[in-house]
């Protein structure tokens, strides 16, 4: 969960401790669901997600 861009060892913490213990797990969740975990907000939860998305190549990173 670490390895994805902007997750800092807290917030990898915080994921962990709710069920969310790899990117594939955080890939699957939808901003919502992440953003229920206590410390995240929505705005983290939608960058989270994008990022594992990204990692996982299920979509391209539009930076050009």
Do not use: C, H, M
Not at 2 to 28: C, D, H, P
């Amino acid at each position: 969960v670490i390895e994805l861009e902007g997750i800092g060892e807290k917030t990898a913490e915080k994921l962990q401790g709710a069920g969310f213990s790899s990117i594939e797990s955080i890939s699957n969740a939808d901003a919502d669901q992440l953003a229920e975990v206590p410390g995240i907000g929505v705005k983290t939860a939608e960058k989270l997600y994008l990022a594992a998305q990204k990692k996982l190549g299920r979509i391209e990173d539009d930076e050009s």
